[in-house]
């Protein structure tokens, strides 16, 4: 079962659960203001650590200027985290009551 709970800065190094590997074969382009499909062939891989450390440090910037972080854990997988989002403390310019998206990772196994 998956549980959502908001993450507090010293869970932030859990980060490093999340494996974002996967083969891409597809990606999107704004092209003249219009989403345009472009197909790839690329490998991505775990991210190192000091790629976590650095998105670590992002998030906790962003939670100690009042944004937040959800974490997905998986409370029959032994508790692993299965995902995390967060969400930016200042309104989206355009769109004031919208806050921003930064930051949305699913771990490979939990992909449907």
């Known amino acids: 079962m998956i549980k959502l709970r908001n993450l507090q800065v010293h869970e932030l190094s859990r980060l490093g659960e999340i ?22 062939d690329s490998n991505a891989v775990r ?3 000091e790629r976590t450390e650095g998105y670590v440090r992002e998030l906790v910037m962003r939670l100690q200027s009042g944004g937040m972080c959800v974490g997905a854990e998986d409370s ?12 930016g403390a200042e309104p989206v310019e355009t ?18």
């Not at 494996?19 to 790839?40: F, N």
């Not at 029959?76 to 969400?87: D, F, H, M, T, W």
């Not at 998206?101 to 449907?112: A, D, K, N, Q, T």
Request: aromatic share 10%.
């Open 76 to 87: 029959a997988g032994g508790g692993g985290l299965a995902g995390i989002a967060s969400l």
């Open 19 to 40: 494996d974002r590997s996967e083969h891409i074969t597809l990606v999107y382009r704004v092209q003249d203001g219009v989403l345009v499909p472009e197909a790839v």
């Open 47 to 49: 991210w190192s650590a």
């Open 95 to 112: 769109r004031p009551s919208l806050l921003q998206l930064r930051f949305m990772h699913v771990s490979r196994p939990y992909w449907r």
